[in-house]
């Protein structure tokens, strides 16, 4: 963290890691991951009703069998399906089809892909971590990968409503507390005195609170390590691909402030992409009017009203 002062006002300055990843690897996102993803869910259902053991024999997420050698399982596991009813398998693909590909449009599929993949990560090393620690081979599905995906989608979109039941309207923001209180109640698990006092079953609810707290840690570091969450709307992300699309035909962006043969010029300090090739530009959607602010002022300026 950085603390700069310009023109009197105290200017805190973060560079975001997630910005500096994507500078370097965004090209190698997969776009419209959500639907490779629910495409690998129908497979993995389809797989169940063919042969009902081969996705435990081979594929889930087998701590002991990674650790032998059969490391195809990290990813492999994503397969499992979110139900084994027909029906409601479909109306959950559907579900997440919707929320990741919302999200994907928020934050571009960059950011989308990152936290996927680290949620996918986490599952890998709680079940890791839990054989390890308690001798238990926790076979994680997709169930807190899921959840966490909805909460996300709640945090960014709180008043969107869904229909429960297909009767019930309920905001988004009141299913995450129902949400979030199933991971707590996963961690909680940890705690609760084994069923019967069956120390089987304590051992196992230890694990699975380790699942459920990597699961909740992904959602929390993604989003509190950044402070620059609120500008990815799907609003900035369409002037970001429109940014990117204009510099792709060599086309001057609509910005009456750029002058000098700059395309694009910061409303704050006046740079422009001539001063800095590694500036990145965008409008402000809170400022009336086009102006356009770097890197450095676009979270930091007073808003044009």
Excluded at 29 to 42: E, Q, T
Excluded at 136 to 141: A, F, I, P, R
Excluded at 166 to 193: E, N, S
Aim: proline letters at 4%; glycine letters at 6%; one cysteine or more.
């Amino acid at each position: 963290m950085k603390i700069i002062t310009e023109k009197g006002v105290l200017i805190i300055k973060i560079m975001n890691w997630l910005d500096k990843l994507e500078k370097k690897f965004g090209r190698y996102a997969i776009d419209n991951l959500m639907l490779y993803i629910v495409v690998l869910y129908g497979f993995g259902f389809v797989l169940n009703m063919v042969n009902p053991t081969f996705y435990d024999t081979w594929l889930s997420l087998d701590a002991p069998a990674i650790l032998h050698g059969q490391v195809w399982r990290i990813l492999t596991f994503i397969i499992d399906p979110p139900s084994m009813s027909l029906l409601w398998v479909i109306i959950s693909i559907s579900l997440y089809y919707f929320i990741g590909k919302q999200l994907e449009m928020a934050w571009g599929a960059f950011r989308f892909n990152v936290y996927f993949f680290a949620g996918v990560l986490f599952h890998v090393i709680a079940a890791i971590l839990a054989y390890l620690l308690t001798g238990v081979s926790l076979q994680m599905g997709t169930e807190y990968l899921n959840l966490s995906l909805f909460l996300v989608f709640a945090f960014l979109y709180p008043d969107v409503q869904f229909l429960v039941w297909f009767i019930i309207p309920v905001k988004a923001k009141w299913l995450a507390w129902l949400d979030g209180a199933v991971f707590l109640y996963g961690i909680a698990q940890a705690f609760i005195p084994a069923y019967g006092g069956n120390p089987v079953y304590g051992v196992y609810y230890k694990a699975n609170a380790l699942a459920a707290a990597v699961s909740l840690l992904n959602f929390l570091l993604f989003f509190f390590s950044s402070r620059k969450t609120k500008a990815y709307s799907p609003k900035q992300m369409k002037r970001k691909r429109d940014f990117q699309k204009s510099m792709r035909q060599g086309r001057p962006t609509q910005n009456p402030f750029a002058t000098g043969g700059a395309k694009h010029r910061c409303a704050v300090c006046g740079r422009t992409e001539l001063d800095d090739p590694n500036l990145e530009f965008r409008y402000c959607s809170k400022c009336h009017g086009n102006y356009e602010y770097c890197q450095d002022h676009l979270f930091t300026h007073i808003h044009v009203q």
